[in-house]
């Protein structure tokens, strides 16, 4: 069963910054797209950003500029770096990544930014 750990959630002021890391814990043939969601409270959940195998990536108007994904394709880790961080941008933070079996999904972490 492939997993997915999430880390790097917490508690940050506004205008701060964090990163957060999503590793696969069991080998997969191969891993396509990886990509991050975020649910805020009372929202619905929204794609903030995508990469594929090669690097391009995609984000969501809402935090164009402020976040940034990369992937380690050989530790099948994704990131994902958020800065100048607003209230808005409070929520859980969950990765997703696309295989040739299917999508698998972490657990989340939680991000809080106080004002």
């Known amino acids: 069963q492939v997993q997915l750990v999430e880390s790097g959630g917490g508690l940050v002021q506004a205008g701060g910054s964090l990163r957060l890391s999503c590793e696969v814990t069991?080998?997969?043939?191969?891993?396509?797209?990886m990509g991050w969601y975020r649910q805020a409270p009372e929202k619905e959940r929204e794609l903030v950003a995508t990469?594929?195998?090669?690097?391009?990536?995609d984000y969501a108007a809402s935090v164009q500029d402020r976040l940034v994904i990369s992937r380690d394709n050989a530790k099948n880790t994704v990131h994902l770096q958020l800065n100048s961080l607003k209230s808005d941008d409070t929520g859980v933070y969950s990765c997703?990544?696309?295989?040739?079996?299917?999508?698998?999904w972490g657990r989340g972490t939680q991000v809080t930014v106080s004002t």
């Open positions: 069991k080998s997969v043939s191969r891993i396509d797209a």
């Open positions: 997703i990544v696309r295989t040739l079996t299917g999508d698998y």
């Open positions: 990469i594929t195998p090669g690097g391009s990536t």
